[in-house]
């Protein structure tokens, strides 16, 4: 019997349970049964709904501490034209207008510990700010007294503490694990980059866990990874989620080739990886929404729904995506289609999952002001 007639004959709502060794064995599946598999994943979806969330996107520095083969988000911080700090003010102003436009997601990424940066730390300074977490702080709280917005951080690996502060002022937080080889660490992708640090990334996402802050996370695929490393990547997260429940959604992304990058002549994952990553990821995690970037998949979308994606993430109305500038998210109307053609209905949700919308998850303000944006989800 192969993994996929063993994977076939299990019931719906059961858990697969699948080790390294299978798990490669279906990332690897031919042709043959590359139609099978996708058909096995999306038949484990427990509804017609294909999420996404509005949402502004505020980079709030574009310096980083990391140098990954693939960044063109990353700039030094004497670059003329680097957003060295955004200012607390202007992001208000901007969110104000995001408003206007029916965003419910202030979504703050940035680079990591930038403020190991001489001159980023020079501006926290004269701000009142020790670092970039309390001023991270000082914007989220500001964001939730000023706006409607709920604010959505992700900015990489965060101590416990800071994690514990930040979660008062998060209703959700992210960071994609990307891969947990310690072998990519010496490779093109991630050998000037500290914080790729599988160990740390994963212990970023346990401290999540332990504080029971709704979570984010994902795989980027084509890399450099071998098959058994995305494997092994799904089983860490799998294994997080299994003793903590904070996963939200899982996001698998594919690596795209950029002009000036290290890895600019790179080839990018094919769609047949791409199909198969997707549905075995919806496979191993039937009670977290599988997500697929939709700007960088522009043509592809639905092949993935086919696959048991079930969310199309955070779409702007008015931001371009600072980490991918060159491909522009679809319009919302866009995304309907894509979704309707294939009997699926689009629905908005909040940057936080409605499982979490409780007290277990988020503090009474920001309780309060999710179940409000909640009645206003179309
Ligand atoms: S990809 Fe992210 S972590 Fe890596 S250099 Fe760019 S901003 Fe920094």
């Known amino acids: ?60 520095t574009e310096v980083c501490r990391n140098s990954c083969g693939y960044c063109i988000f990353k700039k030094e911080s004497d670059d003329p034209s680097v957003i060295l700090l955004k ?42 700010f020790e670092n970039i977490g309390d001023y991270l702080y000082d914007v989220c709280e500001e964001i939730l007294d000023k706006t409607n917005l709920l604010p959505h951080s992700n900015c ?70 071998k098959k058994y490393e995305i494997s092994d990547s799904l089983i860490d997260i799998k294994d997080l989620q299994e003793k903590y429940g904070h996963i939200q959604e899982i996001i698998i992304q594919n690596f795209k080739s950029k002009v000036g990058t290290p890895m600019e002549f790179y080839n990018e994952p094919s769609l047949l990886d791409m199909i198969r990553t997707v549905s075995v990821a919806k496979l191993l995690f039937n009670d977290v929404s599988i997500q697929v970037p939709p700007n960088l998949n522009y043509h592809t979308n639905q092949i993935f729904l086919l696959c048991g994606a079930d969310d199309w993430g955070g779409i702007s109305p008015l931001t371009k995506d600072y980490v991918n500038p060159n491909d522009k998210w679809p319009r919302i109307n866009e995304l309907q289609k894509f979704s309707m053609e294939l009997g699926f209905k689009l629905k908005e949700r909040l940057a936080i999952y409605d499982k979490y919308i409780n007290e277990e998850h988020l503090n009474q303000k920001l309780l309060s002001k999710t179940e409000v944006l909640k009645e206003k989800l179309i």
């Open 156 to 225: 990489g690996v965060l101590p416990y503490n800071m994690l514990k502060k930040l979660k008062e002022v998060n209703v959700s937080m992210g960071m994609m694990l990307e891969n947990s080889s310690p072998r990519l660490m010496e490779t093109i992708a991630h050998k000037n980059s500290p914080g790729k640090n599988p160990k740390l990334r994963l212990e970023t996402i346990s401290n999540a866990g332990k504080l029971n802050i709704p979570y984010t996370t994902g795989i980027l695929i084509g890399i450099g990874e």
């Open 1 to 60: 019997m192969t993994i996929l007639s063993y994977i076939e004959d299990i019931k719906k709502d059961e858990p697969i349970e699948l080790n390294q060794k299978e798990i490669t064995e279906l990332l690897n599946v031919k042709r043959q049964d590359v139609l099978r598999l996708m058909k096995v994943a999306t038949d484990r979806r427990d509804n017609n709904d294909i999420t996404y969330s509005k949402n502004i996107f505020i980079p709030l």
């Open 87 to 128: 200012d607390k003010e202007e992001i208000i102003k901007e969110l104000e207008v995001s408003q206007k436009y029916g965003c419910k997601e202030a979504l703050i990424t940035f680079g990591e510990q930038a403020d190991e940066d001489e001159l980023v730390l020079k501006v926290l300074n004269e701000k009142g």
